[in-house]
């Protein structure tokens, strides 16, 4: 199957998909992907699917060493819906993806078609009703009634607000640090305050915490 019929198959969706070959390489790419991932066909085809969309799971952890997408293509079989977080052109984002496969007759390989649908919002709601469950699961253990959020405590100033809203979006600390017009240093002063501020240990419990108190 040609990469013309592929991406004439790939049009049929209105939601953004591409497809990749065994090796990873980007082989087709609709134009809802492009407007997506803010990349259109020309500058995806051949490229390694990990360069374009930097994946990574709840921890955090980057799909290049254990690549669902190549793994399905290579076993014939395709995989179940799921989750990661992708970096799209409005920084990263939390995005189901459903896959199928399709063979080329003329080579005899087969390529992994997949459909990506954001899904932001729910994944963030669900991450804060984990947290939740957590927490309150943990404060029941210690026999606790009701504990004040550190949230609810902090005082974020403005600026502050604005770089977590930032971090939230997904944009690292240069990125923040030019769209803001101040340095890598003074973004990540920002943040340490932030941390401090909700008794974070990582941007994610942070985030977390602002979302749940309403601060972003």
């Known amino acids: 199957m040609s990469s013309k019929r592929f991406l004439t198959l790939l049009e049929g969706t209105a939601d953004a998909a591409f497809a990749i070959d065994v090796a990873g390489r980007i082989s087709a790419w609709n134009q809802a992907a492009a407007e997506l991932f803010g990349l259109n066909e020309t500058q995806t085809m051949g490229v390694s699917c ?4 930097q994946c990574s799971d709840d921890d955090g952890t980057r799909c290049f060493e254990h690549c669902v997408l ?12 799921f989750d ?13 993806l459903s896959t199928l496969l399709a063979s ?11 459909i990506v649908r954001p899904r932001e919002m729910r994944k963030r709601l669900e991450q804060a009703l984990e947290e939740f469950v ?3 699961t943990k404060s029941s253990l210690n026999g606790e009634s009701s504990v ?4 609810e405590k902090a005082q974020l100033t403005s600026r502050e607000i604005e770089v977590l809203k930032k971090v939230a979006n997904g944009h690292s600390t240069k990125g923040i640090a030019n769209q803001l017009n101040i340095s890598s240093a003074t973004v990540n002063n920002h943040i340490r305050h932030i941390l401090t501020k909700f008794d974070a240990h990582s941007r994610l419990e942070a985030i977390r915490a602002a979302e749940s108190a309403g601060v972003i």
């Open 70 to 81: 190549e793994h399905s293509a290579k076993i014939n079989r395709p995989s179940v819906n």
């Open 50 to 53: 990990h360069q374009i969309l």
């Open 134 to 136: 957590r927490t309150q």
């Open 104 to 114: 080329d007759p003329a080579s005899g390989t087969t390529h992994t078609i997949c």
């Open 84 to 96: 990661l977080r992708l970096q799209t052109r409005n920084g990263k984002v939390w995005c189901n």
């Open 148 to 151: 004040m959020p550190a949230a």
